[in-house]
């Protein structure tokens, strides 16, 4: 399937789905990377696991930020479009990509949000710029091979509780999914417009990490929906199932190496 078919499939359909997987956690240079491997061995044993979104970004940015111009190219393509995007990635950058208004959910959290590690007052708040430098100071030690002393148990006190805030994302302790809550149900509510519509399931680098949120859901509805055409790419879980066959595409390539191409 070329690239002026995809984007003609885009542009005949009156909505858009689009999922976006572990890809978009930049999967496939981390694990290549040394250094990023090492941190997060260290960040596990140390029981740091809240930390691991973060960390994914960082190691990400430094290699080369990728992420962000596939995310603004991708929104520039659906800019027309009535779309919603649903992603299991946690990289902070696919919240500040410029998406139509309450058309993202974030459903494993983010990088860019923190919570009171007990979850006493089921709030969450953005990551300040001040701990982001913190976090990053950790990170630059943590690539050179060692956690820091001291280390970063925290990054405030909670204002509730005085217990500990860690990022808001689903290795936290306690995860609060009140964080994303009210942007599902906007998912939810723009889900039940699509029946009976010409719809394009867009499945982009959705492995199995987390399938009961994004491939099993997208399969159900494409599945459902007489109209719809899927499109699902993914650098080796590319295959449609068989009740899909003749609804769409199975495309073998790193998503986001696809979108720079497309």
């Not at 960040?43 to 740091?48: A, F, K, P, R």
């Not at 027309?80 to 990289?91: C, E, G, H, L």
């Not at 009171?116 to 913190?134: K, L, N, P």
Request: charged share 25%.
């Amino acid at each position: 399937m070329g690239t002026e078919d995809i984007l003609a499939e885009i542009k005949s359909s009156d909505m858009v789905l689009v999922g976006l997987g572990e890809d978009f956690d930049d999967t496939l240079r981390l694990r290549d990377c040394s250094e990023y491997l090492r941190g997060k061995d260290l960040l596990q044993e140390s029981g740091y696991h809240w930390l691991i979104p973060a960390w994914n970004e960082y190691c990400s940015a430094r290699l080369e930020d990728i992420i962000s111009p596939v995310l603004k190219k991708l929104a520039e393509i659906l800019e027309d479009k009535n779309y919603f995007v649903i992603t299991t990635a946690t990289d902070s950058r696919i919240n500040g990509a410029p998406w139509k208004k309450d058309r993202l959910v974030m459903p494993c959290g983010t990088a860019g949000r923190k919570q009171c590690i007990s979850d006493c007052s089921h709030m969450t708040e953005d990551v300040t710029a001040g701990e982001r430098e913190r976090l990053n100071a950790f990170f630059a030690e943590l690539f050179a091979g060692h956690i820091p002393a001291g280390g970063m148990a925290e990054l405030v006190r909670c204002g509730q509780c005085g217990a500990a805030m860690v990022l808001n994302n689903i290795f936290a302790e306690n995860y609060n999914e009140q964080g994303y809550m009210e942007q599902w149900l906007l998912y939810t509510k723009w889900l039940q417009g699509t029946l009976n519509r010409r719809l394009l399931v867009l499945e982009l680098g959705v492995g199995m990490n987390f399938p009961s949120v994004i491939r099993w859901p997208f399969e159900k509805i494409a599945y459902f929906n007489n109209k719809a055409v899927f499109i699902r790419v993914n650098e080796k879980l590319y295959q449609m199932t068989e009740e899909l066959s003749g609804k769409g595409w199975g495309i073998p390539k790193n998503a986001i190496a696809w979108l720079e191409r497309l």
